[in-house]
């Protein structure tokens, strides 16, 4: 089973993920977090200096760039799923359909992006007001968080692109414990099924 939890940033997708491979563990269930981007890869170090603003690429390069990032990892993730771990993926192809449309760029050229990759079995989606989101980062944020604008065009496009495709919405701009609290609730439907 792949479970994507995505969002915004400091919408506590690490934290929550997380909690959640805690959470399957009472429940006998082994699993393992990916992280997307993953900066440890070569394609991964490329992404982080654009990210900082060191590199310069068009939309489609860094699109396709964060794509690949996540061809890096297939075998890894395959190899997981074959280990009978829950797969939780910190962001997955959907941030990049969310970023890539608001970049201007077409949903079917960005979903082919990733075709072919093991698809999820459930995403939700940690829901946190962008001002909320710029109150719990204080450091420098990347290109891709700097703007409260941008922001804003984001998170409006993670919730339409939810209700598109059956992603479940979770508000994050609460506590962390309800907040995972609510996901264990989603988990635990999906697995019984």
Not at 43 to 71: D, M, P, T
């Amino acid at each position: 089973m792949i479970i994507v939890v995505e969002g915004f940033d400091q919408a506590g997708k690490m934290t929550q993920s997380k909690l959640l491979a805690k959470f399957l563990k009472t429940k006998n269930m082994k699993s393992k977090i990916f992280s997307f981007p993953d900066y440890r890869t070569p394609i991964g170090k490329e992404i982080r200096r654009y990210l900082n603003g060191s590199r310069s690429f068009s939309h489609q390069v860094i699109h396709c760039l964060l794509a690949a990032n996540r061809w890096e990892k297939a075998r890894e993730i395959n190899d997981a799923l074959a280990e009978n771990n829950v797969v939780i993926m910190n962001r997955y192809y959907q941030s990049n359909l969310v970023y890539g449309t608001v970049n201007g760029l077409d949903m079917k050229w960005l979903q082919n992006l990733d075709s072919g990759l093991p698809k999820e079995d459930l995403v939700i989606l940690l829901d946190v007001d962008p001002d909320d989101s710029f109150l719990r980062k204080k450091e420098r944020r990347d290109r891709f968080e700097e703007n409260i604008e941008f922001a804003q065009k984001i998170t409006k496009t993670y919730r339409k692109l939810a209700k598109e495709f059956g992603w479940n919405i979770v508000n994050a701009s609460r506590h962390k414990q309800q907040v995972h609290q609510d996901i264990r609730q989603i988990v635990l439907k999906c697995i019984a099924k």
